[in-house]
């Protein structure tokens, strides 16, 4: 809400900087009447029905300082972005909040946040640069594999009477036993496994090689150390196998019926034809992202940036925080992924200090870009993009509510983020649009060449200091 925090920014060294923060009295007293109605929600106090207990009795029986608590607890981060917003800032890393004593009745609430920031850059030429770019290559071994992997997908299972071989499927039924106890998730029934595939725990697949249908078989294995069930890693067990079938994968013909069932095509030469397109159109879109990202690393190495080792140490700790949510998003335990990748979060986070510089550096290259060739974003752009985010969570987009929100969110100063980010990507626009693409080979000879410039870089990396 517009008017609800004022701000007092200071810069700090390396790259820091304080925010003194106020909160409007009038704000903290909302604030503090609405925790007063939650918590009178849960209170029973006589007299008055449960959940209907008025906020001036909570305030009376609960105390106003303990209420206030509460209240500045949960509104907090509420504040806190709009502190940020206020004073205009490109975070980076965790904050470090500092909260003042609890103000009187009629008084503001004082804070401060003390936190990173994207550095500036001192440009150097970034129009015009020469920048590598590959061709496209798409071999005929690329067409072949493509083929092969549109065969096994149409693949068919034929049970066969004879002994089983790497390759074969086995439909099974399964009871682990560990010390002659079952455990849980150890027992199937009808399984398809192919022998070969590694699905199954390390040696079980290979105990059954030569088996036939109706054969029973003890398979004895060892779960790893690092097994996702705590209870059986590290564990030997006993599975009593009895195979009910085996299965022979057999593959279509490379003819035109192939081409006709896999495509919709009248020949095989029209589908391999069709395959080398999309291999090559695919090809050139990932071409065209690896210049992009080429021409943006060329303005880069033209350029200034001071960047305080802190601070590409928060960045790194902000892109794990990143990768952790996607896991999360994916079903994935962070912790889960630690223990299998047997690394500490400190240990992901020193590793990605160099990609955190670049993507630092990159940031701040881009901003500077931004201010020096005056690039603006229309509110139409910005619109655009939002409807363009709005698409692609749902399926209907209410065209009315979301120009709302596009207000609401522009009166609230909500939109500078969106516009930031339009606005680097109008930036690499006009890096890709300038530069001067050369063949790939000659940028990579280029970086090996030797100069008076990486001749002194490198003797500077290498001068002694304390403790070397």
Not at 225 to 242: I, R
Not at 353 to 365: F, G, S, T
């Amino acid at each position: 809400m517009p008017g609800t925090v004022t701000t007092t920014t200071t810069e700090l060294p390396d790259s820091r900087v304080r925010v003194d923060v106020e909160v409007a009295p009038d704000a903290v007293e909302r604030e503090l009447k609405d925790a007063a109605q939650a918590l009178g929600r849960d209170l029973k106090i006589s007299g008055f029905r449960k959940g209907h207990v008025p906020p001036q009795v909570v305030l009376q029986r609960v105390g106003r300082e303990a209420v206030l608590d509460e209240a500045v607890r949960r509104a907090l981060p509420s504040w806190y972005e709009q502190a940020l917003g206020e004073a205009h800032l490109n975070t980076v890393g965790d904050p470090r909040v500092n909260l003042g004593d609890l103000p009187e009745q009629g008084s503001p609430l004082s804070f401060s946040i003390e936190v990173g920031i994207r550095p500036p850059a001192k440009l150097g030429d970034y129009k015009g640069l020469e920048v590598g770019r590959r061709e496209p290559e798409v071999s005929q071994d690329d067409v072949n594999q493509e083929i092969e992997r549109m065969r096994e997908s149409l693949a068919s299972l034929e049970t066969v009477e004879r002994a089983a071989q790497n390759g074969d499927f086995v439909v099974i039924d399964f009871v682990g036993r560990i010390d002659g106890e079952p455990f849980e998730g150890g027992e199937g029934r009808g399984y398809l496994l192919e022998l070969g595939s590694g699905r199954f725990i390390p040696g079980f697949e290979e105990q059954l090689a030569g088996a036939s249908a109706g054969d029973e078989r003890d398979v004895e294995v060892t779960f790893p150390e690092d097994y996702g069930a705590d209870e059986v890693a590290g564990k030997t067990a006993v599975f009593s196998v009895t195979v009910k079938e085996v299965k022979e994968k057999r593959l279509p013909e490379l003819d035109d019926d192939f081409a006709g069932e896999a495509g919709g095509f009248d020949s095989l030469d029209e589908l391999r034809s069709d395959v080398e397109t999309k291999l090559r159109q695919a090809e050139e879109r990932v071409i065209e992202q690896e210049f992009r990202q080429a021409a943006v690393d060329a303005a880069v190495a033209n350029a200034q940036v001071d960047l305080p080792h802190d601070l590409v140490h928060s960045k790194a700790h902000e892109m794990w925080h990143e990768t952790a949510h996607r896991l999360q998003h994916q079903g994935v335990d962070p912790a889960r992924y630690l223990q299998l990748v047997n690394k500490t979060e400190e240990d992901l986070v020193v590793e990605a200090e160099p990609e955190a510089e670049q993507a630092l550096k990159r940031e701040a290259v881009l901003a500077a870009i931004v201010d020096d060739a005056g690039i603006e974003v229309s509110d139409e752009e910005a619109f655009e993009a939002l409807r363009d985010v709005a698409s692609r969570s749902s399926e209907g987009v209410d065209e009315d509510a979301l120009r709302r929100s596009f207000e609401r969110a522009k009166e609230e100063g909500r939109d500078d983020v969106l516009r930031e980010d339009i606005a680097m990507r109008k930036a690499v626009d006009l890096l890709v649009e300038s530069s001067k693409p050369i063949p790939a080979e000659q940028a990579e000879a280029r970086e090996k060449l030797w100069t008076p410039e990486k001749e002194a870089e490198q003797k500077s990396s290498q001068i002694w200091t304390p403790g070397s």
